[in-house]
Nanobody, 115 residues
Framework: VQVVESGGGSVQPGGSLRLSCTAS????????MKWYRQTPGKQRDLVAS???????DYADSVKGRFAISRFNAKNMMYLQMDSLKPEDTAVYYC??????????WGQGTQVTVSS
């Protein structure tokens, strides 16, 4: 199984970015897909998640600004990020969790919010 993120970049405060994540390989039994972010010297924090049944959850810091969605047929997941703030700057990681407890991470994509 391979998990690959894309869509990171640099944006000014108040701007928007959309991250994409694709899981390939034997991916017929994904339970949930999640986005995490990490800044240097800090732990990796959960940003948003979406389950196989469509249920979503968000960190308080991004509620109302970020939206997670999933295209099950292609094992793709998206994170629409609006009203970005400098504190959203981080490396964003995608994670795929399977029903059999396997988990796979992507390599990460950098998001920088700066004027």
């Amino acid at each position: 199984v391979q998990v690959v993120e894309s869509g990171g970049g640099s944006v000014q405060p108040g701007g928007s970015l959309r991250l994409s994540c694709t899981a390939s390989g034997s991916v017929s039994s994904i339970y949930s897909m999640k986005w995490y972010r990490q800044t240097p010297g800090k732990q990796r924090d959960l940003v948003a998640s979406i389950r196989h049944d469509g249920r979503t959850d968000y960190a308080d810091s991004v509620k109302g600004r970020f939206a997670i969605s999933r295209f099950n047929a292609k094992n793709m997941m998206y994170l629409q990020m609006d009203s970005l703030k400098p504190e959203d700057t981080a490396v964003y990681y995608c994670k795929a969790d399977f029903f059999d407890n396997r988990a796979y991470w992507g390599q990460g994509t950098q998001v920088t919010v700066s004027s």
